[in-house]
């Protein structure tokens, strides 16, 4: 698939940008806070409906129109892919004084209102940056959003029952806090602990099935990419208190039953503690390269040719599961890498159809530049297409 127009309006740093896309690689040139990234933000958003970048959506609306009576930014693509064109719009409603007006998401599929939920992933797209590195190096978090990003674009199931676990993790943490303070008896607890290992369960076995087309492929390329001199892997955490130890489950209906259990193994520490300390809200996982923790024994090098390998790993596992290209986004990555590793992410993406790669500085990516078959400047929230040499 690739996105032939896009249109953006009152989006971040943008008033208003209209392109019109080729197929191949589309190269952005443009110095540092200029919009480049909030450019690839806004096409991520597009496929996931949610911002790489900011904690609210009120964030994402252009700042001069914060305190207007309807601040909205409007985001929509065309786009040709072999399921059949799309066209996708999303207005971000910030928040308003007027409560008539609802602060979020409208998103419409070829004119037709949808739930969020039914748009993810109709524009699949993976989204390289230069703070992929806290995948390998930072907190566990950071890699459950890693897989629930990637998974939820080709799993609707997937999206709903993570929607589901969290607001019936919410109810639970709130009746534990409850029994804690002894305002409610411990039997309550009976229905919201099947309700969450339900949804645990469907969140569980899909992580753990990624986990397994992803690790093949993450290992392969950082031996491509480190010419054979470095390896990874990648290993699933289910935290189950304990019952995690044990063999992998088979399937969904194994996943919930040991969560179950878990949660009634653990059910006093939680009443303790007013949480829940058990469940896919708590999963981790570990990466290693050569066989050492990344997150304490590797080189920042390292760990950066172990997030590319991992982001190319997703590249191709939406390929798989969709049929179709996911468009890669590639935000100012490239100027970090030496000729050799540039070259080797750039060699896996020229069968895709479509590339879209920012840097500030153009020098370092001459080769890229040298391919594009369309290649703009960025300069305060403004596009040019540029024809030059």
């Excluded at 971000?92 to 602060?103: C, E, F, L």
């Excluded at 390998?136 to 978090?141: F, H, N, R, T, W």
């Excluded at 969709?322 to 070259?343: F, I, K, N, Q, T």
Aim: net charge neutral; with cysteine.
């Amino acid at each position: 698939m690739y996105i032939f127009d896009l249109q953006i309006a009152n989006y971040r740093n943008y008033g208003r940008a209209a392109l019109r896309l080729d197929k191949g690689i589309s190269l952005f040139v443009g110095d540092n806070a200029q919009g480049k990234s909030n450019l690839l933000e806004a096409i991520y958003l597009l496929s996931t409906l949610r911002s790489s970048r900011a904690s609210s959506d009120a964030d994402l609306v252009r700042r001069d129109l914060i305190h207007t009576d309807f601040p909205v930014a409007r985001l929509s693509c065309q786009v040709e892919r072999s399921a059949g064109n799309l066209q996708l719009e999303v207005a971000v409603v910030g928040r308003t004084t007027d409560a008539s007006h609802r602060a979020g998401k409208r998103v419409r599929v070829n004119g037709v209102p949808k739930r969020a939920s039914d748009a993810v992933g109709q524009l699949a797209a993976v989204l390289f940056t230069t703070l992929d590195i806290e995948i390998v190096a930072g907190p566990p978090l950071l890699r459950r959003r890693y897989l629930d990003m990637m998974i939820s674009q080709v799993d609707r199931g997937y999206l709903r029952a993570m929607q589901r676990y969290a607001r019936v993790l919410q109810q639970r943490n709130g009746l534990l806090k409850r029994v804690q303070s002894r305002d409610a008896q411990a039997a309550e607890l009976g229905f919201w602990d099947q309700e969450l290992a339900h949804a645990g369960g469907i969140i569980m076995q899909a992580r753990a099935e990624a986990l397994g087309h992803l690790c093949p492929q993450a290992q392969f390329q950082m031996e491509r990419l480190s010419d054979g001199l470095e390896s990874i892997q990648m290993t699933y955490r289910p935290a189950l208190g304990g019952l995690d130890e044990l063999d992998v489950p088979i399937d969904e209906t194994e996943w919930t039953a040991r969560m179950l259990k878990a949660l009634t193994n653990l059910r006093y520490r939680e009443v303790n503690a007013g949480a829940t300390l058990v469940g896919p809200h708590r999963d981790d996982v570990t990466v290693e390269i050569d066989n050492l923790p990344a997150d304490s024994f590797a080189s920042r090098a390292q760990q950066r040719t172990a997030a590319l390998s991992m982001r190319i790993a997703e590249a191709s596992f939406l390929r798989k599961a969709l049929g179709d290209d996911p468009v890669v986004l590639l935000d100012d990555v490239l100027s970090e890498l030496d000729a050799r590793r540039r070259r080797g992410v750039m060699e896996f993406f020229d069968s895709f159809q479509q590339t879209i790669v920012t840097t500030a500085e153009p020098d370092r990516v001459r080769d890229v530049m040298t391919r594009a078959s369309g290649r703009f400047v960025v300069a305060a929230g403004a596009i040019t297409r540029f024809e030059g040499e």
